[in-house]
């Protein structure tokens, strides 16, 4: 790795490595960073959310004309992430009614917001019919008949689409795969037909359209197309929301998709399945966030082994992924990148399985240092934790060398905040 200058699509854009090797986010210095803020702390480059939203809206525009981005807000459900995005004319897409709480006090227009999940409640479908939510995915026949009944009245009849399960696989973990036939997510493709003829029956629902998603952290293109081509059989609607799903690098080995091939490949299914003159929506989450954002860690011990064991202050109550999918990451330490210690990076909770990187290079690690993880924007806020007690990190937002905090580090008082006597 060079001593300057620009770093790898695995680092938030415009990240680099002064003349004396440390490090720049959104122009501020990583070690200022972590002396003002503390670790473990999510570090954000605006700019980077803001160029990537504003290539998918771009891309899309281009090659269709109705067309609208969603950000699947589990990805990040972060106030001034979804503020930043409304500001780019990016909708929601939200999965429960917290998620739907925070996309509306960001100020997404409730037009631009679509309901999914496979078991709402219905006070989640309450509060969607009482905001006018745009647009709720049905995930069921149980749903089904509860939306039925909730709806209607003043508001008239809730716009929905079916949620179709294509029965068509990515490549990915079997945890983040949904569009298989044994998916618990909505409607085999035996099933949907009749979800069909029942929502055009109900007097309360009004159904557009379609709604599909096969899965996450997808790098091979083909699967969207064949899931299109599956839906199509089902009869000719006006909206189409084909999901989300594209995968990025979390190392630099890893090469997927550009986001213009993404969409590029997406439209082109649509308009040979579905046609040019419908009304398209996708829901990036992973691919608008994930290399946005690192992780700062304060080291605070190391210890010798075959690999050498380097414990940082955060581990799985701040990034759960390599626990739930083993997924992979990269590591440096601040202001000596490049290395060839053999490491293993691991937290300080109480689990053996508390590893954040198995094997990874580093460059003579010891206590005090400061370790950064690139590529944690994508489900390491979403899933944080208080395993062992352990406040969750604050997430801080960099641009031009400014530095704000717009989710504070919780207290240990925080912890007990909800207790009752």
């Given at each position: 790795?060079?001593?300057?200058?620009?770093?790898?699509?695995?680092?938030?854009?415009?990240?680099?490595?002064?003349?004396?090797?440390?490090?720049?986010?959104?122009?501020?210095?990583?070690?200022?960073?972590?002396?003002?803020?503390?670790?473990?702390?999510?570090?954000?480059?605006?700019?980077?959310?803001?160029?990537?939203?504003?290539?998918?809206?771009?891309?899309?525009?281009?090659?269709?004309?109705?067309?609208?981005?969603?950000?699947?807000?589990?990805?990040?459900?972060?106030?001034?992430?979804?503020?930043l995005f409304a500001g780019e004319g990016i909708g929601a897409d939200v999965a429960s009614g917290?998620?739907?709480?925070?996309?509306?006090?960001?100020?997404?227009?409730?037009?631009?917001?679509?309901?999914?999940?496979?078991?709402?409640?219905?006070?989640?479908?309450?509060?969607?019919?009482?905001?006018?939510?745009?647009?709720?995915?049905?995930?069921?026949?149980?749903?089904?008949?509860?939306?039925?009944?909730?709806?209607?009245?003043?508001?008239?009849?809730?716009?929905?689409?079916?949620?179709?399960?294509?029965?068509?696989?990515?490549?990915?973990?079997?945890?983040?795969?949904?569009?298989?036939?044994?998916?618990?997510?909505?409607?085999?493709?035996?099933?949907?037909?009749?979800?069909?003829?029942?929502?055009?029956?109900?007097?309360?629902?009004?159904?557009?359209?379609?709604?599909?998603?096969?899965?996450?952290?997808?790098?091979?293109?083909?699967?969207?197309?064949?899931?299109?081509?599956?839906?199509?059989?089902?009869?000719?609607?006006?909206?189409?929301?084909?999901?989300?799903?594209?995968?990025?690098?979390?190392?630099?080995?890893?090469?997927?998709?550009?986001?213009?091939?993404?969409?590029?490949?997406?439209?082109?299914?649509?308009?040979?399945?579905?046609?040019?003159?419908?009304?398209?929506?996708?829901?990036?989450?992973?691919?608008?966030?994930?290399?946005?954002?690192?992780?700062?860690?304060?080291?605070?011990?190391?210890?010798?082994?075959?690999?050498?064991?380097?414990?940082?202050?955060?581990?799985?109550?701040?990034?759960?992924?390599?626990?739930?999918?083993?997924?992979?990451?990269?590591?440096?330490?601040?202001?000596?990148?490049?290395?060839?210690?053999?490491?293993?990076?691991?937290?300080?909770?109480?689990?053996?399985?508390?590893?954040?990187?198995?094997?990874?290079?580093?460059?003579?690690?010891?206590?005090?240092?400061?370790?950064?993880?690139?590529?944690?924007?994508?489900?390491?806020?979403?899933?944080?934790?208080?395993?062992?007690?352990i406040p969750r990190p604050p997430v801080i937002f960099c641009k031009d060398g400014d530095a704000?905090?717009?989710?504070?580090?919780?207290?240990?008082?925080?912890?007990?905040?909800?207790?009752?006597?």
């Amino acid at each position: 790795m060079a001593a300057t200058g620009t770093l790898s699509r695995v680092w938030p854009l415009g990240s680099r490595l002064d003349e004396s090797g440390n490090l720049e986010l959104g122009g501020c210095d990583a070690r200022e960073l972590a002396r003002e803020f503390g670790t473990p702390a999510y570090i954000v480059a605006e700019d980077d959310l803001r160029a990537r939203a504003r290539a998918f809206a771009q891309a899309l525009a281009e090659r269709h004309a109705d067309a609208t981005v969603l950000f699947a807000t589990k990805a990040f459900p972060c106030t001034a992430v979804l503020e930043l995005f409304a500001g780019e004319g990016i909708g929601a897409d939200v999965a429960s009614g917290g998620e739907l709480h925070m996309a509306l006090a960001a100020g997404i227009s409730p037009e631009r917001i679509v309901l999914h999940g496979n078991a709402k409640s219905a006070a989640e479908l309450e509060y969607a019919l009482r905001e006018r939510v745009g647009l709720i995915a049905l995930d069921g026949f149980d749903e089904l008949e509860s939306l039925t009944r909730l709806a209607g009245g003043e508001q008239g009849a809730q716009r929905v689409l079916v949620r179709v399960t294509p029965d068509v696989r990515g490549d990915t973990h079997p945890a983040i795969s949904t569009g298989q036939a044994e998916s618990k997510f909505g409607f085999s493709l035996a099933s949907a037909a009749e979800a069909i003829v029942r929502v055009q029956e109900s007097p309360t629902l009004e159904l557009v359209g379609l709604h599909v998603h096969i899965g996450s952290q997808l790098s091979e293109l083909d699967p969207f197309r064949r899931a299109t081509e599956a839906i199509a059989q089902l009869g000719e609607f006006a909206v189409y929301d084909l999901g989300g799903g594209l995968g990025v690098a979390y190392t630099s080995a890893q090469q997927p998709p550009t986001i213009e091939q993404y969409v590029d490949a997406t439209v082109a299914a649509a308009h040979d399945f579905l046609g040019e003159r419908i009304r398209l929506l996708l829901e990036p989450g992973r691919a608008l966030v994930a290399n946005s954002c690192v992780t700062l860690y304060g080291v605070e011990t190391v210890k010798p082994g075959p690999l050498t064991w380097v414990a940082v202050d955060g581990g799985m109550s701040d990034n759960l992924r390599p626990m739930l999918y083993g997924a992979p990451y990269e590591a440096e330490i601040v202001g000596r990148f490049g290395g060839a210690t053999p490491c293993r990076v691991v937290g300080k909770h109480c689990e053996s399985g508390d590893v954040l990187i198995s094997d990874v290079a580093l460059d003579e690690p010891r206590a005090g240092d400061l370790l950064v993880t690139p590529a944690t924007g994508a489900y390491g806020h979403a899933l944080a934790n208080n395993y062992n007690g352990i406040p969750r990190p604050p997430v801080i937002f960099c641009k031009d060398g400014d530095a704000r905090v717009v989710v504070r580090r919780e207290t240990y008082d925080d912890l007990g905040a909800r207790d009752v006597g």
